[in-house]
T-cell receptor
Framework: AQSVTQPDIHITVSEGASLELRCNYS??????LFWYVQSPGQGLQLLLK??????LVQGIKGFEAEFKRSQSSFNLRKPSVHWSDAAEYFC????????????FGKGTKLSVKP | DTEVTQTPKHLVMGMTNKKSLKCEQH?????MYWYKQKAKKPPELMFV???????INESVPSRFSPECPNSSLLNLHLHALQPEDSALYLC????????????FGSGTQLSVL
């Protein structure tokens, strides 16, 4: 069965510092992988996705993620964090049958120190 | 227009009430979804509609009744809910040619008293 693990529940970084959020997945075939961001009480905004091809994916707001098949990982990175990046981040894997059934990780809450 | 609009944004209802959540998109997407998100938890899929027909029901209790009256609208009818049904209900849509490209609405925060 598909699953997604985000090992870090809560991360705090200083503004301007670099960021890496970890995501590991379990999936039998080539996965469809996603990172979403959610501000409190809001919906989910897609940051980036990986379907195939180049394993380094660029997204919105200066985020990027790298697909590493050997490590079953899809970690999200940003070189310099802004205070407005404080939010909940969800990694997700596309479910079977390509029905738009996304399996989400439990999320990582990002706090940004001034 | 790349938005999925959900109304109302907040809803408080009693356990004997009947209410409906509404979702609308004008992107021409023919796949629409309901997700439920409990506090501090990830979203969980409830229903999927393809071409206005229900294609996935993730064993959701019958007190939740989805409806897709046309290609732009998706409703979720609520009846006899329990306090544990309190959650953020998210609607999403996607093109059928790129099902994994979900566009989410901002959700309806539901409280059941």
């Amino acid at each position: 069965a598909q699953s997604v693990t985000q090992p870090d529940i809560h991360i705090t970084v200083s503004e301007g510092a670099s960021l890496e959020l970890r995501c590991n997945y379990s999936y039998g075939a080539t996965p469809y992988l996603f990172w979403y961001v959610q501000s409190p009480g809001q919906g989910l905004q897609l940051l980036l996705k990986y379907f195939s091809g180049d394993t380094l994916v660029q997204g919105i707001k200066g985020f990027e993620a790298e697909f590493k098949r050997s490590q079953s990982s899809f970690n999200l990175r940003k070189p310099s964090v802004h205070w407005s990046d404080a939010a909940e981040y969800f990694c997700a894997v596309g479910g079977g049958g390509s029905q738009g059934n996304l399996i989400f990780g439990k999320g990582t809450k990002l706090s940004v120190k001034p | 227009d790349t938005e999925v609009t959900q109304t109302p944004k907040h809803l408080v209802m009693g356990m004997t009430n009947k209410k409906s959540l509404k979702c609308e998109q004008h992107m021409g997407h023919r796949a629409m979804y309901w997700y439920k998100q409990k506090a501090k938890k990830p979203p969980e899929l409830m229903f999927v509609y393809s071409y206005e027909k229900l294609s996935i029901n993730e064993s959701v209790p019958s007190r939740f009744s989805p409806e897709c009256p046309n290609s732009s609208l998706l409703n979720l009818h609520l009846h006899a809910l329990q306090p544990e049904d309190s959650a953020l209900y998210l609607c999403a849509s996607s093109p059928l040619t790129e099902r994994m490209k979900l566009f989410f609405g901002s959700g309806t925060q539901l409280s059941v008293l």
